[in-house]
């Protein structure tokens, strides 16, 4: 008896010692998957105002010919054009001065970041974001003139620097980016619905200011900061990369991290970077030429949907694209980036003949087209930081992530400077 029960004592020490790395590893796993789901939350809301923007662009700047008083907008026939004189129905002046707003801002902040920007402890950061975001809704909305609208599409800029800090942990990279593609959906889908069942511009981005709260719920209430790790645990090194992100102490950052790299290495990790961000830049500047160039442009006069659906649906087909194919990493891998910036140079140089020339015979065609351009660009985006991800070492990663988030502003600025010109020139036609 004794024995036994010296052995049933020693099987109940074992199995209690077992049941707390059982607990450790469900408690590691509730906080994964509460990460990962505010990580998609994050990556929704990141996004929202600037796609949501983007998609009322048209409306924005037609603003001035239209009373902001109304409650409704006529979903039915096509509007009498405000250029009768071009084939295009021109607006004054391009979407691609709500590109502008948008973005010229981003790439400064983005620009400077890899300088300082990691000194700003996070919580500031997104509590600047959310207050930007809601702001950025209200201004637009109440607004009446362009200038005043375009001076609200400034705020959203603060949208885009986190990008940079969420996507260098490889455990939620694809959680994030999915969550960026949705928001170009949910934002793009969204804008068209409403507006669509008949509410108002200006009220239906009052709807939006939901999203903002969402983002803060998100960050501060949902995001779990990892504990400290035993050494010679395998997460110990990705902890340490993500402690700084969802912690809330700026202290957190060790020594030997990203910004304790000299100049020299800098320009070194930047250099083997060219071959990701190259194609990138292209990938952005041929698709957001497309998007405020070329949209506003494509116009069917022998269809039901108005001037300004026509660009609506144009920019919700493009975030499905987009959406889709950055929910696709687990499925579908590619480390041959430059292929994809091919490709959508191609679809670049297809729709620039179709506005010059007019060749397709309706509206579906360039449907599938735009839709395949989004499927184009959120794969590049995806796997371009994926592959980073995974090339970099753990002391250079962050600092390769901040140069490559560059990559989209840049593309995306110089492809809304071009566009532009494009639009004078194209609507001075006859």
């Excluded at 003139?145 to 609200?152: D, N, Y």
């Amino acid at each position: 008896m004794g024995s036994c029960a010296g052995l049933y004592g020693r099987l109940a020490e074992r199995e209690g010692n077992d049941s707390e790395p059982q607990a450790h590893s469900l408690d590691n796993q509730s906080a994964h998957w509460k990460n990962a789901v505010g990580f998609w939350i994050l990556g929704l809301c990141n996004n929202f105002s600037y796609v949501v923007m983007l998609s009322a662009a048209h409306d924005i700047l037609r603003q001035e010919q239209t009373s902001r008083n109304q409650s409704h907008v006529d979903p039915g026939p096509t509007p009498v054009p405000h250029n009768s004189s071009s084939r295009f129905d021109c607006n004054s002046i391009s979407t691609a001065a709500v590109l502008l707003a948008d973005i010229l801002p981003t790439l400064i902040i983005k620009l400077l970041a890899p300088l300082g920007l990691h000194l700003l402890p996070y919580s500031p950061r997104v509590l600047v974001i959310g207050i930007c975001s809601a702001g950025s809704f209200i201004l637009v909305a109440f607004s009446q003139s362009v200038t005043i609208s375009l001076c609200g599409e400034l705020a959203p800029c603060c949208l885009h620097p986190p990008e940079c800090f969420c996507v260098l942990l490889r455990a939620v990279i694809s959680w994030w980016s999915s969550g960026t593609g949705g928001s170009g959906l949910l934002g793009s889908l969204s804008y068209l619905g409403l507006t669509q069942a008949g509410l108002s511009p200006q009220h239906t981005l009052l709807s939006m200011l939901g999203i903002p709260a969402l983002l803060l719920i998100s960050y501060f209430l949902l995001l779990i900061s990892p504990e400290p790790q035993n050494s010679g645990r395998e997460d110990e090194t990705e902890t340490a990369a993500r402690q700084p992100l969802i912690g809330t102490e700026a202290s957190e950052s060790k020594t030997g991290s990203s910004w304790d790299l000299s100049l020299q290495e800098r320009w070194t990790v930047f250099k083997g970077l060219l071959h990701y961000i190259v194609p990138l830049v292209l990938v952005y500047f041929a698709e957001y030429f497309i998007n405020q160039g070329l949209f506003e442009l494509l116009f069917f006069r022998n269809t039901s949907l108005s001037h300004a659906q026509q660009y609506r649906w144009y920019q919700m087909l493009y975030q499905a694209g987009v959406f889709i194919s950055r929910s696709s990493l687990h499925c579908c891998q590619i480390r041959l980036t430059w292929v994809l910036a091919l490709l959508q140079c191609l679809n670049l140089a297809f729709l620039l003949a179709d506005v010059y020339m007019s060749f397709l015979p309706n509206i579906y065609l360039v449907f599938l087209i735009v839709l395949y351009e989004g499927l184009l660009g959120g794969a590049a985006y995806v796997n371009t930081f994926h592959n980073i991800a995974l090339e970099t070492s753990d002391k250079h990663r962050e600092f390769a992530m901040e140069a490559a988030c560059i990559s989209d502003t840049l593309g995306i600025s110089l492809s809304g400077i071009l566009a532009l010109p494009l639009h004078n020139f194209l609507c001075s036609l006859p």
